[in-house]
């Protein structure tokens, strides 16, 4: 006959179990102290790295609609624009989080982060003109948009030279 546990037995066995998950989970958070323009810095460095295997971005623009006009939509609609940006190479996987709010009472406001691994890094927020928000909008579409042409011509590449029938 198997005996049931105790009330103080299933606690301890739930919490211990909680505990593991938490150590599994667990986030460090760094204040970096720097403005989110290093943020930005660091992100066109990363799209214009050769090794980049992986891209993705959030919200996902429909077929024929560019990404800087989603954003665009967002934050003219609403005054406020997240964007989620995922680059992965082999020596890395990191997550951009911008995120652009505007009040025209109070102006702009730009802030960020980059999670890495377990380490989520803060950026101070910086304060940006509605001027400048669009130009950034254009600037890192289009130095995202050239990361995703080199990495899909890498992959045709790559996909053609293993098509390509051994030689006679």
């Not at 998950?21 to 990363?46: C, H, N, W």
């Not at 669009?134 to 130095?143: I, Q, R, S, V």
Request: no cysteine; hydrophobic share 35%.
């Amino acid at each position: 006959m198997r005996r049931r546990k105790t009330t103080t037995q299933l606690v301890g066995s739930i919490d211990t179990h909680i505990k593991t998950r938490e150590v599994a989970y667990f986030m460090r958070i760094e204040r970096t102290g720097q403005p989110v323009s290093k943020l930005l810095q660091q992100l066109e460095e990363d799209l214009r790295r050769d090794d980049v295997i992986y891209l993705e971005r959030v919200p996902s623009p429909r077929a024929g609609e560019k990404y800087r006009d989603v954003v665009s939509r967002f934050f003219t609609e609403f005054g406020i624009a997240t964007v989620y940006i995922k680059v992965r190479s082999p020596s890395f996987e990191r997550r951009y989080v911008i995120n652009a709010k505007y009040d025209w009472a109070m102006g702009g406001v730009v802030e960020g982060w980059v999670v890495e691994g377990n380490v989520v890094r803060m950026y101070e927020p910086v304060a940006i003109s509605l001027s400048d928000i669009g130009k950034a909008l254009d600037y890192y579409g289009e130095t995202y948009w050239k990361a995703e042409e080199r990495l899909l011509s890498k992959k045709m590449a790559e996909a053609y030279t293993e098509e390509k029938p051994p030689a006679d």
